[in-house]
Protein backbone atom coordinates (compact mmCIF):
# COMPACT_ATOMS: atom_id res chain seq x y z
CA UNK A 1 0.00 0.00 0.00
CA UNK A 2 1.27 3.06 -0.76
CA UNK A 3 1.38 5.64 2.48
CA UNK A 4 2.33 8.93 0.38
CA UNK A 5 1.14 9.65 -3.17
CA UNK A 6 2.05 12.81 -4.73
CA UNK A 7 0.42 13.50 -8.34
CA UNK A 8 1.98 16.15 -10.41
CA UNK A 9 2.42 18.58 -7.03
CA UNK A 10 2.82 22.05 -7.79
CA UNK A 11 3.47 24.60 -5.67
CA UNK A 12 4.36 28.44 -6.52
CA UNK A 13 4.76 31.18 -4.72
CA UNK A 14 3.49 34.49 -6.40
CA UNK A 15 5.54 34.07 -9.30
CA UNK A 16 8.35 32.58 -7.22
CA UNK A 17 9.49 28.69 -7.78
CA UNK A 18 8.13 26.28 -4.86
CA UNK A 19 8.00 22.62 -6.87
CA UNK A 20 7.10 21.51 -10.09
CA UNK A 21 5.00 19.00 -11.30
CA UNK A 22 6.15 16.35 -8.46
CA UNK A 23 4.90 12.38 -8.36
CA UNK A 24 6.51 9.97 -6.93
CA UNK A 25 4.65 7.19 -3.78
CA UNK A 26 6.16 5.90 -0.95
CA UNK A 27 5.40 2.43 0.18
CA UNK A 28 5.09 1.22 3.40
CA UNK A 29 7.20 -0.02 5.71
CA UNK A 30 9.69 1.90 3.61
CA UNK A 31 12.37 4.05 4.80
CA UNK A 32 12.34 7.02 1.90
CA UNK A 33 15.32 9.01 1.72
CA UNK A 34 14.22 13.26 0.00
CA UNK A 35 17.52 14.71 -1.07
CA UNK A 36 18.17 17.48 -2.23
CA UNK A 37 20.80 20.98 -1.95
CA UNK A 38 19.33 24.12 0.18
CA UNK A 39 16.76 25.92 -2.08
CA UNK A 40 15.22 22.21 -3.57
CA UNK A 41 11.87 22.49 -2.63
CA UNK A 42 11.96 19.82 0.05
CA UNK A 43 10.36 21.45 2.60
CA UNK A 44 8.06 23.02 0.53
CA UNK A 45 6.58 19.12 -0.51
CA UNK A 46 6.71 18.11 3.11
CA UNK A 47 4.82 21.00 4.54
CA UNK A 48 2.07 20.54 1.31
CA UNK A 49 1.46 17.34 2.76
CA UNK A 50 0.86 18.29 6.15
CA UNK A 51 -1.28 20.92 4.97
CA UNK A 52 0.78 24.11 6.41
CA UNK A 53 0.66 25.27 2.48
CA UNK A 54 -1.68 24.63 0.00
CA UNK A 55 -0.55 23.20 -3.49
CA UNK A 56 -1.14 25.56 -6.79
CA UNK A 57 -1.89 22.39 -8.57
CA UNK A 58 -1.69 18.70 -8.73
CA UNK A 59 -2.62 16.85 -5.31
CA UNK A 60 -0.61 14.82 -2.13
CA UNK A 61 -2.70 11.69 -0.72
CA UNK A 62 -1.20 10.64 2.51
CA UNK A 63 -2.74 6.81 3.68
CA UNK A 64 -5.02 7.02 0.48
CA UNK A 65 -6.60 10.39 1.31
CA UNK A 66 -6.34 13.55 0.43
CA UNK A 67 -4.34 15.66 2.84
CA UNK A 68 -6.19 18.99 2.55
CA UNK A 69 -9.60 17.20 2.64
CA UNK A 70 -8.61 14.74 5.65
CA UNK A 71 -5.74 16.81 6.81
CA UNK A 72 -6.80 16.41 10.57
CA UNK A 73 -7.45 12.79 10.23
CA UNK A 74 -4.15 10.98 8.86
CA UNK A 75 -2.51 14.09 10.77
CA UNK A 76 -3.57 11.75 13.37
CA UNK A 77 -0.57 9.48 12.75
CA UNK A 78 2.47 11.41 11.38
CA UNK A 79 5.27 12.32 13.33
CA UNK A 80 6.60 15.51 12.34
CA UNK A 81 10.28 16.80 12.97
CA UNK A 82 10.12 20.17 11.16
CA UNK A 83 13.77 21.14 10.07
CA UNK A 84 14.05 24.52 12.27
CA UNK A 85 12.92 23.65 15.64
CA UNK A 86 11.07 26.62 17.39
CA UNK A 87 9.04 26.08 20.47
CA UNK A 88 6.90 28.27 22.53
CA UNK A 89 9.57 29.60 24.31
CA UNK A 90 8.53 30.05 27.81
CA UNK A 91 7.88 26.36 28.47
CA UNK A 92 9.38 23.36 30.45
CA UNK A 93 10.15 20.67 28.02
CA UNK A 94 7.60 18.50 29.89
CA UNK A 95 4.57 21.09 29.38
CA UNK A 96 5.85 21.37 25.65
CA UNK A 97 5.84 17.63 25.45
CA UNK A 98 2.47 17.29 26.99
CA UNK A 99 0.86 19.60 25.31
CA UNK A 100 1.75 17.99 22.27
CA UNK A 101 0.32 14.42 23.47
CA UNK A 102 -2.74 16.42 24.27
CA UNK A 103 -3.21 16.58 20.72
CA UNK A 104 -3.28 12.73 20.52
CA UNK A 105 -6.08 10.53 22.08
CA UNK A 106 -3.54 8.13 23.80
CA UNK A 107 -1.60 7.76 27.25
CA UNK A 108 1.53 9.11 25.43
CA UNK A 109 3.37 9.68 29.18
CA UNK A 110 5.16 6.84 29.07
CA UNK A 111 6.64 7.04 25.47
CA UNK A 112 7.52 10.27 26.59
CA UNK A 113 9.79 9.37 29.39
CA UNK A 114 11.57 6.30 27.61
CA UNK A 115 12.29 8.48 24.89
CA UNK A 116 13.45 11.39 27.27
CA UNK A 117 15.86 8.84 28.38
CA UNK A 118 16.99 7.37 25.39
CA UNK A 119 17.79 11.25 23.90
CA UNK A 120 19.55 12.21 27.17
CA UNK A 121 16.92 15.15 27.28
CA UNK A 122 16.47 16.98 30.74
CA UNK A 123 12.71 17.13 30.94
CA UNK A 124 12.74 19.70 33.58
CA UNK A 125 14.57 22.40 31.84
CA UNK A 126 13.00 25.28 29.58
CA UNK A 127 13.18 25.31 26.15
CA UNK A 128 14.64 28.85 26.22
CA UNK A 129 17.86 27.29 27.75
CA UNK A 130 18.24 24.66 25.54
CA UNK A 131 21.29 24.40 23.17
CA UNK A 132 20.36 23.99 19.31
CA UNK A 133 21.09 19.85 19.33
CA UNK A 134 18.73 19.41 22.50
CA UNK A 135 15.63 21.35 21.13
CA UNK A 136 16.02 19.01 18.39
CA UNK A 137 15.84 16.12 20.63
CA UNK A 138 12.61 17.98 22.05
CA UNK A 139 11.39 17.98 18.14
CA UNK A 140 12.08 14.55 18.07
CA UNK A 141 10.61 13.43 21.11
CA UNK A 142 7.89 15.45 20.30
CA UNK A 143 7.46 13.97 16.81
CA UNK A 144 7.71 9.98 17.94
CA UNK A 145 5.51 10.25 21.07
CA UNK A 146 2.28 9.03 19.39
CA UNK A 147 3.72 6.06 17.81
CA UNK A 148 2.97 7.54 14.05
CA UNK A 149 2.11 5.01 11.38
CA UNK A 150 4.61 7.88 9.11
CA UNK A 151 7.41 9.90 10.60
CA UNK A 152 8.28 12.76 8.27
CA UNK A 153 11.44 13.95 8.93
CA UNK A 154 13.31 17.41 7.73
CA UNK A 155 16.99 17.59 8.36
CA UNK A 156 16.50 15.31 11.40
CA UNK A 157 20.34 15.54 12.28
CA UNK A 158 21.21 19.27 11.95
CA UNK A 159 22.82 19.77 15.59
CA UNK A 160 22.73 16.26 16.53
CA UNK A 161 26.60 15.14 18.15
CA UNK A 162 27.46 11.99 16.11
CA UNK A 163 26.57 10.10 19.46
CA UNK A 164 22.68 11.12 19.36
CA UNK A 165 22.31 10.97 15.62
CA UNK A 166 23.50 6.93 16.00
CA UNK A 167 21.05 6.59 18.82
CA UNK A 168 18.16 8.69 16.73
CA UNK A 169 18.76 6.33 13.41
CA UNK A 170 18.28 3.17 15.86
CA UNK A 171 15.28 4.67 17.40
CA UNK A 172 13.85 5.37 13.83
CA UNK A 173 14.97 1.73 12.94
CA UNK A 174 13.38 0.18 15.52
CA UNK A 175 10.23 2.46 14.91
CA UNK A 176 10.73 1.01 11.58
CA UNK A 177 10.74 -2.52 12.09
CA UNK A 178 7.78 -1.70 14.07
CA UNK A 179 5.96 -0.84 10.93
CA UNK A 180 6.09 2.60 10.79
CA UNK A 181 6.79 4.35 7.48
CA UNK A 182 9.68 7.15 7.30
CA UNK A 183 10.59 10.14 4.79
CA UNK A 184 13.53 11.55 5.61
CA UNK A 185 14.65 14.76 3.66
CA UNK A 186 18.41 15.59 3.93
CA UNK A 187 21.03 17.91 1.52
CA UNK A 188 23.90 14.88 2.86
CA UNK A 189 23.44 11.86 0.59
CA UNK A 190 25.91 9.77 3.22
CA UNK A 191 23.51 10.25 5.49
CA UNK A 192 20.44 9.06 4.42
CA UNK A 193 22.79 5.82 2.47
CA UNK A 194 22.68 3.90 5.93
CA UNK A 195 18.48 3.75 6.56
CA UNK A 196 16.87 4.49 3.29
CA UNK A 197 15.70 2.09 0.60
CA UNK A 198 14.89 4.71 -1.98
CA UNK A 199 15.36 7.56 -2.57
CA UNK A 200 13.99 11.05 -4.77
CA UNK A 201 16.60 13.36 -5.69
CA UNK A 202 14.86 16.63 -6.14
CA UNK A 203 16.42 19.90 -7.73
CA UNK A 204 15.02 23.21 -8.66
CA UNK A 205 11.64 21.69 -7.82
CA UNK A 206 11.54 19.00 -9.74
CA UNK A 207 12.36 15.12 -9.35
CA UNK A 208 15.57 14.34 -10.95
CA UNK A 209 15.66 10.54 -10.19
CA UNK A 210 13.92 8.14 -8.20
CA UNK A 211 16.20 5.22 -7.17
CA UNK A 212 16.83 1.88 -4.86
CA UNK A 213 19.92 3.08 -2.97
CA UNK A 214 21.28 -0.09 -3.71
CA UNK A 215 21.72 0.47 -7.34
CA UNK A 216 21.91 4.67 -7.08
CA UNK A 217 25.40 3.00 -4.96
CA UNK A 218 26.52 1.09 -7.96
CA UNK A 219 25.96 3.45 -10.48
CA UNK A 220 27.44 6.17 -8.55
CA UNK A 221 31.06 7.86 -9.26
CA UNK A 222 33.50 7.57 -6.32
CA UNK A 223 36.35 9.50 -6.66
CA UNK A 224 40.25 8.67 -6.75
CA UNK A 225 43.03 10.46 -5.80
CA UNK A 226 46.98 8.64 -6.08
CA UNK A 227 49.99 9.69 -5.27
CA UNK A 228 52.21 7.01 -6.91
CA UNK A 229 56.43 6.56 -5.77
CA UNK A 230 57.18 7.33 -9.74
CA UNK A 231 55.86 8.23 -12.83
CA UNK A 232 52.36 6.64 -13.83
CA UNK A 233 51.96 4.69 -17.17
CA UNK A 234 49.33 6.53 -19.58
CA UNK A 235 48.05 3.21 -20.21
CA UNK A 236 47.33 2.43 -16.91
CA UNK A 237 44.11 2.84 -16.27
CA UNK A 238 42.33 2.75 -19.69
CA UNK A 239 39.53 0.87 -18.74
CA UNK A 240 36.12 1.48 -18.67
CA UNK A 241 34.15 3.82 -16.12
CA UNK A 242 37.30 6.25 -15.95
CA UNK A 243 36.69 9.76 -16.47
CA UNK A 244 38.09 12.86 -16.00
CA UNK A 245 41.89 11.26 -16.14
CA UNK A 246 44.05 14.07 -14.48
CA UNK A 247 47.19 13.84 -13.18
CA UNK A 248 49.29 16.89 -12.71
CA UNK A 249 52.05 18.04 -9.67
CA UNK A 250 52.40 13.83 -9.05
CA UNK A 251 49.32 13.44 -8.19
CA UNK A 252 46.41 11.51 -10.23
CA UNK A 253 42.70 12.31 -10.50
CA UNK A 254 39.82 10.29 -11.97
CA UNK A 255 36.49 9.41 -11.52
CA UNK A 256 35.67 5.49 -11.85
CA UNK A 257 32.16 4.02 -11.85
CA UNK A 258 32.09 0.13 -12.44
CA UNK A 259 33.97 -3.33 -10.57
CA UNK A 260 35.81 -1.76 -7.84
CA UNK A 261 37.70 -4.89 -8.04
CA UNK A 262 38.99 -4.15 -11.56
CA UNK A 263 40.17 -0.72 -10.36
CA UNK A 264 41.78 -1.55 -6.95
CA UNK A 265 43.86 -4.55 -8.88
CA UNK A 266 45.49 -1.94 -11.15
CA UNK A 267 46.07 0.37 -8.30
CA UNK A 268 47.66 -2.65 -6.42
CA UNK A 269 50.23 -2.84 -9.09
CA UNK A 270 51.41 0.72 -8.71
CA UNK A 271 53.85 1.94 -5.90
CA UNK A 272 52.09 4.28 -3.86
CA UNK A 273 52.52 7.23 -1.57
CA UNK A 274 49.29 8.24 -0.33
CA UNK A 275 45.52 7.50 -2.14
CA UNK A 276 42.53 8.80 -1.25
CA UNK A 277 38.90 7.21 -2.87
CA UNK A 278 35.71 9.03 -1.68
CA UNK A 279 32.33 9.43 -2.30
CA UNK A 280 31.21 12.14 -4.73
CA UNK A 281 29.41 14.83 -3.20
CA UNK A 282 25.67 15.62 -3.55
CA UNK A 283 27.09 18.10 -6.45
CA UNK A 284 28.72 15.32 -8.41
CA UNK A 285 25.71 13.21 -8.14
CA UNK A 286 23.35 15.69 -9.51
CA UNK A 287 25.94 16.50 -12.06
CA UNK A 288 25.45 12.63 -13.08
CA UNK A 289 21.72 13.49 -13.48
CA UNK A 290 21.63 16.61 -15.28
CA UNK A 291 23.85 15.13 -17.55
CA UNK A 292 21.14 12.01 -17.97
CA UNK A 293 18.59 14.10 -17.89
CA UNK A 294 19.42 16.28 -20.61
CA UNK B 1 -10.06 22.12 24.34
CA UNK B 2 -6.16 21.73 25.11
CA UNK B 3 -5.23 24.74 22.80
CA UNK B 4 -8.05 26.98 24.21
CA UNK B 5 -6.37 26.24 27.93
CA UNK B 6 -2.93 26.30 26.47
CA UNK B 7 -3.65 30.34 25.40
CA UNK B 8 -5.43 31.20 28.61
CA UNK B 9 -2.47 30.08 30.43
CA UNK B 10 -0.35 31.54 27.98
CA UNK B 11 -2.00 34.96 28.54
CA UNK B 12 -2.64 34.65 32.34
CA UNK B 13 -0.15 37.39 33.41
CA UNK B 14 -0.49 40.11 30.28
CA UNK B 15 -4.25 39.80 30.98
CA UNK B 16 -4.01 40.07 34.83
CA UNK B 17 -1.60 43.22 34.44
CA UNK B 18 -4.24 44.92 32.10
CA UNK B 19 -6.97 44.12 34.32
CA UNK B 20 -5.18 45.44 37.33
CA UNK B 21 -4.40 48.61 35.28
CA UNK B 22 -7.68 48.99 34.68
CA UNK B 23 -9.25 48.17 37.78
CA UNK B 24 -6.07 50.65 39.44
CA UNK B 25 -7.33 53.48 37.08
CA UNK B 26 -10.84 53.58 37.79
CA UNK B 27 -10.05 53.28 41.40
CA UNK B 28 -7.70 56.09 41.38
CA UNK B 29 -9.36 58.20 39.30
CA UNK B 30 -12.87 57.78 40.97
CA UNK B 31 -10.96 58.08 44.26
CA UNK B 32 -10.66 61.89 43.48
CA UNK B 33 -14.58 62.12 43.12
CA UNK B 34 -15.69 63.27 46.51
CA UNK B 35 -12.80 66.41 46.72
CA UNK B 36 -13.64 67.11 43.23
CA UNK B 37 -17.25 67.07 44.23
CA UNK B 38 -16.65 69.29 47.24
CA UNK B 39 -15.41 71.80 44.85
CA UNK B 40 -17.80 71.62 42.02
CA UNK B 41 -18.15 75.24 41.85
CA UNK B 42 -14.86 76.34 41.97
CA UNK B 43 -14.11 74.18 39.15
CA UNK B 44 -16.74 74.55 37.16
CA UNK B 45 -15.84 78.23 37.09
CA UNK B 46 -12.22 77.17 35.58
CA UNK B 47 -14.09 75.20 32.77
CA UNK B 48 -15.92 77.57 31.72
CA UNK B 49 -13.42 79.68 30.72
CA UNK B 50 -12.21 77.14 28.36
CA UNK B 51 -12.77 77.10 24.87
CA UNK B 52 -15.40 74.68 23.56
CA UNK B 53 -13.83 73.08 21.13
CA UNK B 54 -11.37 71.27 24.01
CA UNK B 55 -14.30 70.32 26.35
CA UNK B 56 -15.62 68.76 23.52
CA UNK B 57 -12.50 66.94 22.42
CA UNK B 58 -11.79 65.65 25.88
CA UNK B 59 -14.77 64.34 26.50
CA UNK B 60 -16.08 67.10 29.04
CA UNK B 61 -19.48 68.24 30.06
CA UNK B 62 -20.41 70.99 32.04
CA UNK B 63 -23.53 70.60 33.44
CA UNK B 64 -22.58 66.85 34.02
CA UNK B 65 -18.95 66.53 35.19
CA UNK B 66 -19.51 67.20 38.49
CA UNK B 67 -22.23 64.72 39.19
CA UNK B 68 -20.78 60.94 39.64
CA UNK B 69 -22.27 59.36 36.37
CA UNK B 70 -20.76 62.65 34.71
CA UNK B 71 -17.64 62.41 36.10
CA UNK B 72 -17.59 58.51 35.87
CA UNK B 73 -18.45 59.37 31.70
CA UNK B 74 -15.46 61.51 31.63
CA UNK B 75 -12.48 59.10 33.46
CA UNK B 76 -14.03 56.32 31.13
CA UNK B 77 -12.66 58.08 28.14
CA UNK B 78 -9.31 57.09 29.06
CA UNK B 79 -10.45 53.63 30.27
CA UNK B 80 -11.72 52.79 26.62
CA UNK B 81 -8.25 53.33 25.34
CA UNK B 82 -6.61 51.36 27.78
CA UNK B 83 -9.23 48.76 26.61
CA UNK B 84 -9.08 49.13 23.35
CA UNK B 85 -5.25 48.54 22.85
CA UNK B 86 -5.51 45.30 25.40
CA UNK B 87 -8.13 44.17 23.13
CA UNK B 88 -6.55 44.77 19.93
CA UNK B 89 -3.58 43.31 21.22
CA UNK B 90 -4.61 40.44 22.86
CA UNK B 91 -6.68 40.02 18.97
CA UNK B 92 -3.66 40.29 17.21
CA UNK B 93 -1.03 38.48 19.07
CA UNK B 94 -2.90 35.28 19.36
CA UNK B 95 -3.48 34.86 15.76
CA UNK B 96 -0.07 35.75 14.74
CA UNK B 97 2.03 34.01 17.09
CA UNK B 98 2.34 30.92 15.01
CA UNK B 99 4.33 33.28 13.10
CA UNK B 100 6.21 35.08 14.94
CA UNK B 101 7.53 32.48 16.94
CA UNK B 102 7.63 29.98 14.06
CA UNK B 103 5.50 27.48 15.88
CA UNK B 104 2.85 26.77 12.88
CA UNK B 105 4.81 23.75 12.32
CA UNK B 106 4.10 22.53 15.53
CA UNK B 107 0.74 23.66 15.82
CA UNK B 108 -0.63 22.89 12.20
CA UNK B 109 0.98 19.64 12.10
CA UNK B 110 -1.54 18.47 14.51
CA UNK B 111 -4.48 16.42 14.13
CA UNK B 112 -6.86 19.56 14.28
CA UNK B 113 -8.62 21.74 11.52
CA UNK B 114 -7.07 25.24 11.33
CA UNK B 115 -11.16 26.19 12.18
CA UNK B 116 -10.71 24.90 15.48
CA UNK B 117 -7.51 26.20 15.72
CA UNK B 118 -9.15 29.88 15.25
CA UNK B 119 -12.05 29.01 17.35
CA UNK B 120 -9.99 28.01 20.31
CA UNK B 121 -7.86 30.97 20.07
CA UNK B 122 -10.85 33.32 19.68
CA UNK B 123 -12.76 31.41 22.54
CA UNK B 124 -9.63 32.36 24.71
CA UNK B 125 -9.57 35.48 23.93
CA UNK B 126 -13.03 36.35 24.63
CA UNK B 127 -12.87 34.30 27.58
CA UNK B 128 -9.98 37.05 28.75
CA UNK B 129 -12.02 39.84 27.98
CA UNK B 130 -14.48 38.87 30.01
CA UNK B 131 -13.00 38.13 32.55
CA UNK B 132 -11.36 41.81 32.57
CA UNK B 133 -14.79 43.11 32.56
CA UNK B 134 -15.86 40.78 35.16
CA UNK B 135 -13.45 42.33 37.81
CA UNK B 136 -13.06 46.09 36.31
CA UNK B 137 -16.86 45.99 37.04
CA UNK B 138 -16.46 44.75 40.26
CA UNK B 139 -13.94 47.62 41.21
CA UNK B 140 -15.88 49.64 39.21
CA UNK B 141 -18.90 49.02 41.32
CA UNK B 142 -17.09 48.87 44.45
CA UNK B 143 -15.67 51.96 44.27
CA UNK B 144 -18.10 53.86 43.08
CA UNK B 145 -20.71 53.11 46.21
CA UNK B 146 -17.83 53.89 48.19
CA UNK B 147 -17.69 57.70 46.81
CA UNK B 148 -20.91 58.35 45.66
CA UNK B 149 -22.16 61.44 47.70
CA UNK B 150 -25.90 61.14 46.14
CA UNK B 151 -27.48 58.43 44.91
CA UNK B 152 -27.00 57.62 40.90
CA UNK B 153 -28.62 55.38 38.40
CA UNK B 154 -26.67 52.13 38.29
CA UNK B 155 -28.63 50.82 35.21
CA UNK B 156 -26.74 53.56 33.45
CA UNK B 157 -23.59 53.21 35.48
CA UNK B 158 -23.77 49.22 34.11
CA UNK B 159 -24.54 50.34 30.90
CA UNK B 160 -21.30 52.59 30.45
CA UNK B 161 -19.48 49.71 32.18
CA UNK B 162 -20.57 47.28 29.64
CA UNK B 163 -19.58 49.37 26.85
CA UNK B 164 -15.92 48.86 27.62
CA UNK B 165 -16.77 44.63 27.17
CA UNK B 166 -18.46 46.05 23.10
CA UNK B 167 -15.69 48.13 22.31
CA UNK B 168 -13.09 45.63 23.37
CA UNK B 169 -15.00 43.22 21.19
CA UNK B 170 -14.78 45.22 18.86
CA UNK B 171 -11.13 45.97 18.58
CA UNK B 172 -10.52 42.14 18.75
CA UNK B 173 -11.98 41.23 15.84
CA UNK B 174 -9.94 44.27 14.34
CA UNK B 175 -6.72 42.80 15.74
CA UNK B 176 -7.64 39.50 14.19
CA UNK B 177 -8.18 41.09 10.64
CA UNK B 178 -4.86 42.78 11.15
CA UNK B 179 -3.03 39.96 12.65
CA UNK B 180 -3.52 38.03 8.61
CA UNK B 181 -3.70 40.97 6.67
CA UNK B 182 0.04 40.48 6.59
CA UNK B 183 1.71 36.96 5.39
CA UNK B 184 3.58 37.42 8.68
CA UNK B 185 3.02 40.06 11.19
CA UNK B 186 6.33 40.85 13.37
CA UNK B 187 5.75 43.91 15.01
CA UNK B 188 2.27 43.39 16.97
CA UNK B 189 2.70 46.56 19.35
CA UNK B 190 3.56 49.03 17.27
CA UNK B 191 0.68 48.03 14.39
CA UNK B 192 -1.89 47.44 17.78
CA UNK B 193 -0.80 51.09 19.41
CA UNK B 194 -0.68 52.68 16.05
CA UNK B 195 -4.49 51.38 15.13
CA UNK B 196 -5.66 52.28 18.87
CA UNK B 197 -4.03 55.56 18.36
CA UNK B 198 -5.52 56.73 14.77
CA UNK B 199 -9.29 56.01 15.91
CA UNK B 200 -8.61 58.01 18.86
CA UNK B 201 -7.09 60.84 17.44
CA UNK B 202 -10.31 60.55 14.77
CA UNK B 203 -12.35 60.32 17.99
CA UNK B 204 -11.18 63.57 19.66
CA UNK B 205 -11.44 65.42 15.90
CA UNK B 206 -14.90 64.09 15.68
CA UNK B 207 -15.89 65.07 19.03
CA UNK B 208 -14.14 68.83 18.99
CA UNK B 209 -16.14 69.17 15.52
CA UNK B 210 -19.30 67.91 16.42
CA UNK B 211 -18.75 66.15 12.76
CA UNK B 212 -21.49 63.32 12.99
CA UNK B 213 -20.23 61.04 9.96
CA UNK B 214 -16.91 61.02 11.66
CA UNK B 215 -18.29 59.56 14.70
CA UNK B 216 -19.06 56.27 12.33
CA UNK B 217 -15.58 56.00 11.53
CA UNK B 218 -14.12 55.76 14.98
CA UNK B 219 -15.40 52.49 17.94
CA UNK B 220 -14.71 55.24 20.37
CA UNK B 221 -17.54 57.05 19.55
CA UNK B 222 -20.06 54.44 19.46
CA UNK B 223 -21.35 54.28 22.47
CA UNK B 224 -21.66 57.88 23.97
CA UNK B 225 -21.84 58.56 27.23
CA UNK B 226 -24.11 61.42 27.40
CA UNK B 227 -26.61 59.60 25.32
CA UNK B 228 -26.52 56.32 27.69
CA UNK B 229 -27.38 58.56 30.74
CA UNK B 230 -30.07 60.27 29.16
CA UNK B 231 -32.20 57.67 27.35
CA UNK B 232 -30.64 54.61 29.56
CA UNK B 233 -29.66 52.72 26.34
CA UNK B 234 -27.09 52.66 23.45
CA UNK B 235 -27.74 54.05 20.55
CA UNK B 236 -29.00 51.60 17.90
CA UNK B 237 -27.17 52.12 14.45
CA UNK B 238 -24.10 52.29 16.49
CA UNK B 239 -24.69 48.86 18.24
CA UNK B 240 -25.26 47.57 14.47
CA UNK B 241 -22.06 49.27 13.48
CA UNK B 242 -20.20 47.93 16.07
CA UNK B 243 -21.29 44.39 14.86
CA UNK B 244 -21.19 44.52 11.77
CA UNK B 245 -17.37 45.76 11.65
CA UNK B 246 -17.00 42.79 14.28
CA UNK B 247 -18.47 40.42 12.00
CA UNK B 248 -16.51 41.66 8.45
CA UNK B 249 -13.53 41.47 10.64
CA UNK B 250 -14.19 38.12 12.18
CA UNK B 251 -15.58 36.28 8.53
CA UNK B 252 -12.01 37.51 7.04
CA UNK B 253 -10.14 36.19 10.02
CA UNK B 254 -11.79 33.01 9.91
CA UNK B 255 -11.28 32.79 5.77
CA UNK B 256 -7.83 34.13 5.62
CA UNK B 257 -6.81 31.61 8.85
CA UNK B 258 -8.05 29.20 6.96
CA UNK B 259 -7.18 29.20 3.29
CA UNK B 260 -3.38 31.04 3.73
CA UNK B 261 0.11 29.27 3.19
CA UNK B 262 2.07 29.18 6.66
CA UNK B 263 5.07 30.78 5.49
CA UNK B 264 8.32 28.64 5.87
CA UNK B 265 10.52 29.08 8.54
Known amino acids: MAVIELNGLTKTYGGARGVTDLSFTVEEGEI ?13 TIRTMLGLIYPTSGSARIFGKDCIEHGPEIKKEIGYLPSEVFYYDNMRVKDLLNYSASFYKKDCAGRIK ?5 MELDLTKKIDDLSLGNKKKVGIVQGLLHSPKLIILDEPTSGLDPLMQQRFFELLEEENKRGATILFSSHILSEVQRLCNRVAIIKEGRLMALEKMSELKENTYKRFKLQPAGQVAPGAFAIPGVTEWKQEDGEVSFLYKGNINEITRRIAELDLRNMWVEEPDLEEIFMHYYVKGA | MNIFWYELKAYRGTTLLWTASLAGIVLLMMAMFPSFAKDADAFRE ?9 MKAVGLQLDSITSLIGFYSYIFTYVTLCGSIQAMHLGTSILSKEGREKTADFLLAKPVTRGAV ?22 AGLIATAVKIASFDFGIF ?3 TLSLLLIQLVFLAIGFAAALLLPRMKTVLPVTLGTVFAFFIISFI ?5 DGKLRYLTPFQYFDRSYIAAHG ?8 ASAVIAAVCLTYGIVRYAKRDVQAT
Open chain 2, 118 to 139: FAAKSLAALTLLLLTNAVFFGA
Open chain 2, 206 to 210: GASTG
Open chain 2, 158 to 160: ALI
Open chain 2, 233 to 240: GYEPEFLI
Open chain 2, 46 to 54: VLQSMPEAV
Open chain 1, 32 to 44: FGFIGPNGAGKST
Open chain 1, 114 to 118: ALAER
